[in-house]
């Protein structure tokens, strides 16, 4: 199972709005958040801690229903063994953070955060995944050049002269690149020239070394999901974000 969820942290702007999420975060979280300079960045900070919260408690809910219902003996939902609080995070494999589940858990459950610009977004898989979010920008030639190969190179030329599809598809490609270094953990110059799949906005693309999701939040914000291919095999062609509300998130402590 895997699952996509994204905030808009305009609420955040707002002074008072920002003092009472920061309250309502971790000790950890609001210690990242100090030492930030920007507003902005502050802001991203304390949404991805509220996003992560949020949409681990949805991922467990459904999780539990789907281990209860799959479970021959029809034991009670709350006999399954997962997790009613956030478990505390860990660093894992090559840096990459990750929940410090109970040996007796029933299942896996793994997230990854990304931010850009105004938009925050968080996935939960019971398989490892990575996923990230880019604001269109200019298109960097230098970028374009070394880090892209023909084939992406071709993807962004086809937008001739008109900038924002030049930019959108730049950005399709780049968010791609992204998610598969924080799915693997390495580094952007490790994957010089390699091509990933990247097809136009809203299309599902599937590679031989990783399972590809990607999609447009909004035109000027490029998404990407990726997981490897054995582990997601069983999973839809399409992924839909769940965009949560800010004033779900922000205002009203519903989860």
Known sequence: ?????????????????????????SKKRQEKADVLQMPSDKARCIAAGLLLEYAYEK???EKTKELA????????????RFPETMPDITEGLRG?????????????CHFNLSHSGNYVICVMADFEAGADVQRRTRVRESVLQRFFSEEEKKCVEAGGDDDVLRERA?????????AVTKLTGRGIGQLLGEMLPAEKEGDNANGD?????QG?????????????????????????????DGGELFYERKF
Do not use: H
């Open 1 to 25: 199972m895997i699952r996509l969820y994204a905030v808009n942290i305009l609420p955040l702007k707002d002074e008072e709005c920002f003092k009472m999420c920061y309250m309502r975060s």
């Open 59 to 61: 991922f467990r809910i």
């Open 69 to 80: 219902n799959a479970n021959s003996f029809g034991y009670a939902q709350n006999a399954v």
């Open 96 to 108: 990459k953070p990750e929940f410090a589940m109970p040996e007796d858990c029933d299942a896996e």
């Open 170 to 178: 730049f950005a399709q490609v780049w968010v791609c690149k992204e």
């Open 209 to 213: 070394n990783y399972r590809i999701w």
């Open 216 to 244: 447009m939040l909004d035109e000027d914000y490029a998404w990407a999901v990726v997981s490897y291919p054995e582990a997601a095999t069983d999973e839809p062609e399409v992924m839909e974000p769940v965009i949560v």
